[in-house]
């Protein structure tokens, strides 16, 4: 059978939070099978465990944050696409504080962490969320005009398109398609950086946002160019952000989906709203496991290949 994966032995890290600009420090735990992927505040008086699901999102506003009572826990996102793109299923993450740690703006430092704590699989088989027909979300008109969707799809890709009216991402590809299947996840989306406009840091610093951001954990620019004196990463890595967030916000359902994903501006919170109308479409959707690996479909057999 297609089976679970843990991590063989825990793995830690410290950073700040690109938001709240506070130092945190994150351990990822082994979980055992059907756990899940469990966040868990171990600073407050009483841990609190927030597993992930697409209800559990309270906040998409610059990142997605998961939230259970009073407790709240911000920018899962890139550690959970690093998840996906490994094949992880059952993981604890443990933070001291209310953000992850941003690490270097990318999953490319998650990734690392979980490589090496060793990947290990479980005597349990691999559940997939297998979308059975087309969903879609959508939001404005015209120049406005947003929306995400998913399609049923015998493995895992996506296709996004970004619009920026700027020199620097006008520049870049605005187009790209992924398939875990064929391309390398590792090497084609997790060193993607996050990116923003110097325009916008102001505004987002007076609403206590960004605090923790800078050229060593984003892509910055200002009206016309990149800032950062090693410029881009990958010639796209723009639209390759948008598909490693997607990854993440996706993974947020709790099982890896058997799905093309395709979407125009996307972001956290049309990602969410597209989990949440699939969800609630009882007949879009089935939990399947392959009991034989050749049943599976290609790129979900192995563990992710290093760089």
């Keep these: 059978m297609l089976q679970q994966r843990t991590i063989k032995t825990l793995t830690h890290a410290v950073g ?17 099978p059907d756990t899940g992927i469990v966040f868990r505040r171990v600073d407050l008086p009483e841990p609190v465990d927030m597993p992930v699901s697409a209800a ?5 506003r610059m990142a997605s944050t998961l939230g259970s ?14 998840c996906a793109g490994l094949g992880l299923d059952n993981l604890y993450i443990d933070v001291t504080a209310e953000e992850i740690p941003i690490l270097d703006g990318s999953s490319a430092s ?19 969320l297998k979308v059975l027909k087309p969903v879609e979300v959508r939001q404005g ?40 299947g064929t391309g390398n996840y590792t090497r084609d989306i997790a060193r993607a950086r996050t990116f923003g406009f110097t325009k916008d840091v ?23 160019k990149v800032l950062n004196s090693d410029g881009l990463r990958y010639d796209d890595e723009f639209v390759k952000h948008k598909i490693l967030d997607a990854m993440g916000d996706l993974y947020i359902v709790g099982h890896p989906l058997l799905a093309a994903y395709s979407a125009f501006r996307s972001g956290h919170g049309l990602n969410n709203l597209l989990l949440r109308a699939l969800m609630e479409q009882q007949d879009a959707w089935e939990l399947v496991t392959f009991e034989h690996e050749r049943q599976a479909p290609q790129g979900f057999a192995q563990p992710s290949l290093a760089w």
Excluded: C
């Design 141 to 180: 008109e015209g120049d406005n005009l947003k929306w995400a969707r998913l399609d049923p799809y015998h493995g895992f890709k996506l296709r996004f398109e970004i619009d920026f009216s700027h020199p620097a991402v006008d520049s870049t590809g605005q187009v790209y398609e992924f398939d875990l």
């Design 16 to 32: 700040v939070g690109l938001h709240s600009g506070q130092r945190v420090e994150l351990t990822l735990r082994p979980a055992q």
């Design 56 to 60: 559990a999102v309270v906040d998409t």
């Design 202 to 224: 102001e505004m987002l610093r007076a609403n206590g946002l960004a605090l923790g951001g800078g050229l060593d954990n984003a892509i910055v620019m200002d009206d016309y």
């Design 110 to 128: 998650f990734v690392f962490l979980l490589q090496s704590a060793g990947i290990a699989l479980q005597n349990a088989p691999k559940r997939f």
């Design 69 to 82: 009572g009073d407790a709240r826990i911000h920018t899962v996102e890139h550690v959970m696409s690093a």
